[in-house]
């Protein structure tokens, strides 16, 4: 088992930024790669991020590419989200998720462990 904690969201104006942190317990956390998703209400839930295990290879969602920033510390077993220029269409609950890949993944349904998210919210 894994025990994912995020915290870090909060409210900000538009254009705004947000670092987001998600630290895990219990397995290895080298063992994981690493994802961040979001959920706005009355939406599925989305890919925002993905780090690869040793933190070399990251993936991003189009939406997101150029102004979000996903990072980990394998040593501090946290995964850090930078959240820069936010838009008020991004207002959501931001999860952290690990899954026993090496490399990132943008697909839901590889991903074994889940937090309890974070709210974001940006005002326009």
């Known amino acids: 088992q894994v025990q994912l904690v995020e915290s870090g969201g909060g409210l900000v104006q538009a254009g705004g930024s947000l670092r987001l942190s998600c630290t895990a317990a219990?397995?290895?956390?080298?063992?994981?790669?690493m994802g961040w998703f979001r959920q706005a209400p009355g939406k599925e839930r989305e890919f925002v991020a993905a780090?690869?295990?040793?933190?070399?290879?990251?993936d991003y969602a189009d939406s997101v590419k150029g102004r979000f920033t996903i990072a980990r510390d394998n040593a501090k077993n946290t995964v850090y989200l930078q959240m820069n220029r936010l838009k008020p269409e991004e207002t959501a609950d931001y999860y952290c998720?690990?899954?026993?890949?090496?490399?990132?993944?943008?697909?839901?349904?590889?991903?074994?462990?889940w937090g309890q998210g974070t709210q974001v919210t940006v005002s326009s």
């Open positions: 998720a690990a899954c026993y890949r090496y490399g990132p993944s943008g697909r839901y349904a590889d991903y074994d462990y």
């Open positions: 219990g397995r290895t956390f080298t063992a994981f790669a």
């Open positions: 780090i690869s295990r040793a933190g070399g290879i990251t």
